[in-house]
T-cell receptor, first 115, second 111 residues
Framework: DAGVTQSPTHLIKTRGQQVTLRCSPK?????VSWYQQALGQGPQFIFQ???????QRGNFPDRFSGHQFPNYSSELNVNALLLGDSALYLC??????????????FGSGTQLSVL | KQEVTQIPAALSVPEGENLVLNCSFT??????LQWFRQDPGKGLTSLLL?????REQTSGRLNASLDKSSGRSTLYIAASQPGDSATYLC??????????FGAGTTVTVRA
């Protein structure tokens, strides 16, 4: 049973460029959430996708956008990259139809470096 | 806005000692609290999930308690081992379904 998979594992970009990160949820899960984790800090919620729509959003600018596909996989897009976007980007999946107390399962993350 | 605090930020103990990690949160209206482990540069591994109606959860050497009214949770790790060295994060799910994380406690277990 495959867990949450993310690609790529590492990425180096320059300021102003655009980047796309990908996530495949754990088998049987239908909800994907994205988090940004700066060095030495806890993850910060970016947004959540369910039924191919953005359901919730954290305090991130419109440069951060996403998409969910019919197979529940998801992409995170960041435009006009800034140095401050350098972080570990984590994807988490869950089953929305379960109780509100469902457990989150995380991928290993994509380490993004903006030069 | 939910604020989650973890103290201490770092902890170093000799092998065999019991670990006590603290997590506090400002808004007691929560659905659940989850403890995670994170190895350097890696993703998060879920350790324990405590629902708002529960007082504690146990898994092997790990025990987590929850006092919702006082906004506190404690993770106990018995008989620590060098393999327990990692950063431990607590996360609180609030009424708006958003998950708020603490900054973590980095644990080093000395052999």
């Amino acid at each position: 049973d495959a867990g949450v998979t993310q690609s790529p594992t590492h990425l180096i970009k320059t300021r102003g460029q655009q980047v796309t990160l990908r996530c495949s949820p754990k088998s049987g899960h239908d909800t994907v959430s994205w988090y940004q984790q700066a060095l030495g800090q806890g993850p910060q919620f970016i947004f959540q996708y369910y039924e191919e729509e953005e359901r919730q959003r954290g305090n991130f600018p419109d440069r951060f956008s996403g998409h969910q596909f019919p197979n529940y996989s998801s992409e995170l897009n960041v435009n006009a990259l800034l140095l401050g976007d350098s972080a570990l980007y984590l994807c988490a999946s869950s089953l929305r139809g379960a109780s509100r107390g469902e457990k989150l399962f995380f991928g290993s993350g994509t380490q993004l470096s903006v030069l | 806005k939910q604020e989650v605090t973890q103290i201490p930020a770092a902890l170093s103990v000799p092998e065999g000692e019991n670990l006590v990690l603290n997590c506090s949160f400002t808004d007691s209206a929560i659905y659940n609290l989850q403890w995670f482990r994170q190895d350097p540069g890696k993703g998060l591994t879920s350790l324990l999930l405590i629902q708002s109606s529960q007082r504690e959860q146990t898994s092997g050497r790990l025990n987590a308690s929850l006092d919702k009214s006082s906004g506190r949770s404690t993770l106990y790790i018995a008989a620590s081992q060098p393999g327990d060295s990692a950063t431990y994060l607590c996360a609180v799910k609030s009424n708006d379904y958003k998950l708020s994380f603490g900054a973590g406690t980095t644990v080093t277990v000395r052999a």
